[in-house]
């Protein structure tokens, strides 16, 4: 077994400074970022571990080209769907966007909702032993045998902990898990401690987007609606089409959902149902994750709110935070 470093790890210092707006799932983030950008002469740099795939726009509510000409993005359309994306590569690349963004004279602004990026924006990137895969081959095929719940029904027998924090779909994070695991013997959740470490008060202005619940459910199920008005079916359809769909982008909520739909599986409105079903499930795992992290300032937010209100509230929330941090 390979030997995993006991230390936790630092912080990413090149975030200090920076602005984070994140959310979960139909929240207005997109709107809200765009808003608070204009506001402080920032350039964005997207938060979302899907937004990476190109070809995959309606699906991960991308900000239209309308919007990006208006506001610079970064991190959008960088990948083929077939590639493979970790949390290790996604710090890379937001590191060289920031220093390209302040070479500029701009404030980065990250936007965007997924967890385990905003986890290690905020608070580093625990190691391990690296990959197997071969072992990665076993559990893939158990998993297309046996169904992903059996994955983590394991994962849980073995790392309770890290079972709880994920969804038994996040079908990638749990085989690496149970690599960790098997490559180690000691639970990943062991060298995670740091998601349970703050970073120091001001070093980051991080805000999330906190509505109702009634309400954000109630948002998700009228969004994926619309997405599917948008034309998401023939998305998927043209990405399966082209044999371009990837293990790490079929992952994406609804995706998997639209395939099935498409070749026989599901009726629609099955299909509709189980998408705002995940969806919800998924915002769920969001405000989970949430709630961890002290260091992220919460904005309330409702129906009567426009971005650009919520985006002066957390210019407002950014000051009397500086005030009241030490030094």
């Not at 966007?97 to 004279?105: E, L, P, S, T, Y």
């Not at 072992?135 to 394991?154: T, V």
């Not at 008005?229 to 609804?254: C, F, H, K, M, N």
């Amino acid at each position: 077994m390979n030997q995993v470093p006991e230390q936790v790890p630092a912080p990413p210092d090149w975030v200090a400074g920076c602005w984070i707006v994140s959310g979960p799932t139909a929240s207005g983030k997109t709107e809200v970022g765009l808003a608070l950008a204009r506001m402080l002469g920032a350039e964005i740099i997207s938060l979302d571990s899907m937004a990476v795939y190109r070809g995959m726009d309606i699906g991960t509510a991308k900000p239209s080209a309308e919007q990006r000409r208006s506001v610079p993005h970064h991190l959008l359309d960088v990948l083929e769907p077939d590639q493979e994306a970790s949390v290790a590569w996604y710090l890379e690349q937001a590191a060289a966007a920031v220093a390209q963004i302040r070479r500029r004279g701009r404030v980065p602004l990250f936007v965007g909702g997924t967890p385990l990026y905003l986890v290690a924006l905020l608070r580093g990137l625990a190691t391990g032993p690296a990959p197997d895969p071969e072992l990665r081959r076993r559990l893939q095929q158990q998993a297309r045998q046996q169904g992903a719940a059996a994955l983590h029904n394991e994962l849980a027998r073995v790392d309770p902990e890290t079972a709880a924090r994920l969804h038994p779909n996040d079908l990638r994070r749990v085989i690496r898990a149970l690599e960790f695991y098997h490559a180690s013997g000691r639970p990943i959740s062991q060298v995670q401690r740091h998601f349970h470490q703050p970073r120091a008060a001001g070093e980051v202005n991080a805000f999330v987007l906190c509505w109702p619940r009634e309400v954000l459910y109630r948002r998700i199920d009228q969004r994926v609606q619309t997405m599917l008005d948008q034309g998401w079916v023939q998305e998927v359809e043209r990405l399966l089409a082209s044999d371009s769909l990837g293990p790490t982008a079929r992952q994406a909520v609804g995706y998997r959902e639209i395939a099935d739909y498409l070749q026989g599986r599901l009726g629609y409105e099955e299909m509709v149902r189980r998408i705002q079903q995940r969806t919800r499930r998924y915002a769920k795992h969001q405000l989970t994750w949430f709630r961890r992290l002290q260091e992220c300032i919460r904005v309330p937010v409702d129906e009567e709110d426009s971005p650009q209100e919520v985006a002066r509230r957390i210019v407002q929330l950014a000051r009397a935070s500086a005030q009241s941090s030490p030094g």
